[in-house]
């Protein structure tokens, strides 16, 4: 499957209601330590503005809630994937994407045969704390020899001005959140995303 290069990822559906309609045709509905009463509401106003905007809505961990409402991708992190249901999550037909830091997760991911994999953190991030270093572009260009044909979602500390060098060494998409949740402007920086991955869509 071909996805798009730029892979926006959120907190919320105000989030979605306001960047999508500017063009953005991926996005992470991305939730930690709410109920599922609060993350089922909002993955249903999720899907509803994502289908009326043609855009790809993946649910980030919440799998069986993401098949209760009828959603058509997930992703999961490596603790998320040990506790999942993979049989049932490709039973309900869910696309499934997998996060990866270093070979032994790789070979974790690969093993459930996943529609793309995230490689992450590539530069320095302040989203979460990490005890993997930046991964480098260099590691991009490793990681896609090893999967192949497999899409390549890079993440961590990414921003207009790096996606040449994430493109050019094998990325198929580059995810984003504090680099337009915390902008001045998101409206304006997700802008700026879009058309500086124009060439690569």
Not at 50 to 76: K, M, P, R, S
Request: glycine share 8%; with cysteine.
């Amino acid at each position: 499957m071909k996805l798009d290069p730029f892979y926006l990822i959120v907190d919320s559906s105000d989030w979605i209601a306001r960047l999508v309609p500017l063009g953005v045709k991926l996005v992470q509905l991305r939730i930690k330590d709410k109920s599922d009463e609060v993350v089922r509401e909002e993955i249903m106003a999720s899907q509803a503005i994502c289908e009326t905007h043609d855009c790809q809505l993946i649910i980030n961990d919440y799998w069986q809630l993401a098949i209760d409402e009828g959603c058509d991708f997930v992703h999961l992190g490596q603790e998320d994937l040990a506790e999942a249901d993979v049989d049932a999550i490709r039973k309900a037909g869910l696309h499934l994407g997998v996060s990866t830091h270093d070979g032994e997760e790789l070979d974790t991911a690969l093993s459930v045969e996943p529609e793309y994999v995230a490689l992450g953190p590539v530069y320095p991030t302040i989203l979460k704390k990490m005890k993997w270093a930046p991964q480098g572009l260099e590691k991009i260009g490793r990681w896609k020899q090893q999967i192949g044909g497999l899409p390549l979602v890079s993440i961590g500390g990414l921003n207009p001005e790096r996606l040449p060098g994430v493109f050019e060494n094998g990325a198929d998409s580059a995810a984003v959140v504090t680099d337009i949740t915390l902008n001045s402007d998101p409206e304006a920086r997700t802008q700026e995303w879009l058309a500086a991955t124009e060439k690569w869509r």
